[in-house]
């Protein structure tokens, strides 16, 4: 099976800053796309940013310039750093990856984390 483990998130005041982390574990042969997703209460979940194997990323228009989408490939690690957070990005935080087992190569698929509260105080 695979894990990931979501971790960093908390309480923080507007303007301040958090760093998410997502550590994936398991029967990992390999790890295609990354990604954040957030999903605020009484709306749809959200795409926050993605990163590709190759390092490739993309974010969503309300967090470009503020926040920062990076992995440790080494690691099978995520990371989110967070800057000028406002209170709109509070929400869960759900990290994504693409993931190839050993036991299904050459398919890859979707895990999930368990999500990570972010709350942002105005």
């Known amino acids: 099976q695979v894990q990931l483990v979501e971790s960093g998130g908390g309480l923080v005041q507007a303007g301040g800053s958090l760093r998410l982390s997502c550590a994936a574990s398991g029967s990992i042969f390999s790890i295609n796309a990354m990604g954040w997703y957030r999903q605020a209460p009484g709306k749809q979940r959200e795409l926050v940013a993605r990163?590709?194997?190759?390092?490739?990323?993309n974010y969503a228009d309300s967090v470009k310039g503020r926040f920062t989408i990076s992995r440790d490939n080494g690691k099978n690690t995520m990371y989110l750093q967070m800057n000028s957070l406002k209170p709109e990005d509070t929400a869960v935080y759900y990290c994504n990856a693409v993931v190839m087992k050993y036991s299904t190569y050459p398919t890859s698929y979707d895990y999930w984390g368990q999500g990570t509260q972010v709350t942002v105080s105005s």
């Open positions: 990163i590709t194997s190759g390092g490739s990323t």
